[in-house]
């Protein structure tokens, strides 16, 4: 079955990342960089993240961009929702 193009999808997803310490600084400029993220609990060696993004792709390159820091031990997908939305027009 192929995937219909107008159809639109609304992902909410949480991750959590396991750190150094000194990761920190980094992953904070990240997430403000990133489109849709946001970290939502955080002690010295983990993070928890809140995605909102209109595909996975946007969640899967975010989650690649987690795991290339420095320092960034471990990122795992916890939770993964799908709201399909209305086409528009």
Known sequence: MKPD????EWHLASLVV???PEALPALAEAVDAAE?????LQDETRSVLVQESDGTAGLMAN?????????????N?????IE???PTG
């Open 77 to 81: 997908l916890v939770y993964h929702h």
């Open 5 to 8: 193009a107008a159809r639109r």
């Open 36 to 40: 849709g993220l946001e970290i939502a």
């Open 18 to 20: 396991r750190h150094h």
């Open 63 to 75: 989650i690649d961009m987690l795991h290339a820091l420095p320092g960034v031990v471990t990122v």
């Open 84 to 86: 399909p939305q209305e």
